[in-house]
Every structure is written in structure tokens, then in C-alpha cells.
Antibody
Framework: EVQLLESGGGLVQPGGSLRLSCAAS????????MSWVRQAPGKGLEWVSS????????YYADSVNGRFTISRDNSRNTLYLQMNSLRAEDTALYFC???????????????????WGQGTLVTVSS | EIVLTQSPATLSVSPGERATLSCRAS??????LAWYQQKPGQAPRLLIF???IGATGVPPRFSGSGSETEFTLTISSLQSEDFAVYYC?????????FGQGTKVEIK
């Protein structure tokens, strides 16, 4: 059974930093692309970032580009999101999500996440 | 950035009835569209990808259709567990984008 367990959320002041982690199990982590998707309180879903199975290609939403960095450690089956220069509008529940079968760079259908964690809450407030 | 517009915002349906949800893209995305279901306090669940391919374990009452810019999710006979918010997502171009959601509520 696929399991994705996010951690690292919390309360941080504007301009601060936070690193989220997602521990994966139940599948061969190094074979799959991964993504972060967030949801502000009472709002819809917003894609944040994706990373190729190998870690050598990454994609970002314009709203976080230059401030957030996605990375992975395939030896530890763990996905990360380093968040810097946080803003109030970054307040959200952050979901870790596993891509479908195939390389997300060249196989579009692989980009639709087919497994999600329960999320970790990030609150940016003074 | 490709904008997805879902309609209606809220759909009131009686159990056993058919529900039809729409998603329109601001430009062609061929068939690179997925549908998700989200219940309160839960993570999203993939229902459909490739516009019409059912994800593993999804009941056959859920079906997707469409291509280019017009897409539809149909729930053939609503069950009590289907009342939720539904999102479409395009992954044809980066950045990926989601629609704003359609809430399916009990009539």
C-alpha cells in the first residue's frame, strides 16, 4: 500500500523559512516523479512543484519560483520542499503526491498524481 | 498559464440521479486532463486521467469525456459517498493548473 507522510509544517513569521518532508513507502520511490500541491484554508487546489524520478528536472508554479526548492533523496525515500521568504499567501495545507507510471518529463499522463498524503499545515503569520 | 473553468460551482442532485460536471480549458490541452474527488478533511483522490481513463479502484459510475478544450465528468447514479468537491486538472503544459472546483451536494 502506498503511504505518503508529510511533516515539517508549523507557524512561521513572514520572511521566514521552513522545510517540509514527505516520507514515502509501499512503492519504489526512485521510479516515480513526485509533486507538492497546496490548499489554502477553504480554497481550491494549487499545484506548487514537481520533480522527476531522478531528481534532475524540476518545475515550479510562478507564485513560488525562486523562493521554494523541491528535492528528493532516493536513498531515504523522502521528498522535500524548502520554502524561503515565506508570505502570508503561502499559508496552506501542503500535500505530497506521487506521480503515475512513466517519466513526467515525456509522459503527460504520468503527471496526474495517483496517491496523496494527508498534508502538513503551514501558517505564515506574525 | 492555462486557465480551467469549472461549471457549475455547486450542483444539487438527489441520490440515484445523474450528475454532469463541466471543465473548460482556455486553450487546447488535447486529452491531458484529470479529475479528482475531495471530501472534507481528506486528501484528493484521482478519479480519471487522460480525460477518460478510470484510475485504479474507481467505480464504473464515474466516467470522463472530452478533448481539446471541453471536458465532462459524469456520475451515472449518485451514491451518498459521492457528495464531495470535484476538481479538474490540466497537465498538458507547465505550470499544471486546477479548476476552482464543483461542489456536488444533496438536493
Amino acid at each position: 500500500e502506498v503511504q505518503l507522510l508529510e511533516s515539517g509544517g508549523g507557524l512561521v513569521q513572514p520572511g521566514g523559512s521552513l522545510r517540509l518532508s514527505c516520507a514515502a513507502s509501499g512503492f519504489t520511490f526512485s521510479n516515480y516523479g513526485m509533486s507538492w500541491v497546496r490548499q489554502a484554508p477553504g480554497k481550491g487546489l494549487e499545484w506548487v512543484s514537481s520533480i522527476r524520478f531522478s531528481g534532475d528536472t524540476t518545475y515550479y508554479a510562478d507564485s513560488v519560483n525562486g523562493r521554494f526548492t523541491i528535492s528528493r533523496d532516493n536513498s531515504r525515500n523522502t521528498l522535500y520542499l524548502q520554502m524561503n521568504s515565506l508570505r502570508a499567501e503561502d499559508t496552506a495545507l501542503y500535500f505530497c503526491a506521487k506521480a503515475g507510471r512513466g517519466d513526467i518529463v515525456v509522459v503527460p499522463n504520468a503527471r496526474a498524481p495517483n496517491a496523496w498524503g494527508q498534508g502538513t499545515l503551514v501558517t505564515v503569520s506574525s | 498559464e492555462i486557465v480551467l473553468t469549472q461549471s457549475p460551482a455547486t450542483l444539487s442532485v438527489s441520490p440515484g440521479e445523474r450528475a454532469t460536471l463541466s471543465c473548460r480549458a482556455s486553450q487546447s490541452i488535447t486529452s491531458n486532463l484529470a479529475w479528482y474527488q475531495q471530501k472534507p478533511g481528506q486528501a484528493p483522490r484521482l478519479l480519471i486521467f487522460g480525460a477518460s481513463i478510470g484510475a485504479t479502484g474507481v467505480p464504473p459510475r464515474f466516467s470522463g469525456s472530452g478533448s481539446e478544450t471541453e471536458f465532462t465528468l459524469t456520475i451515472s447514479s449518485l451514491q451518498s459517498e459521492d457528495f464531495a468537491v470535484y476538481y479538474c486538472q490540466q497537465y498538458s503544459n507547465w505550470p499544471q493548473t486546477f479548476g476552482q472546483g464543483t461542489k456536488v451536494e444533496i438536493k
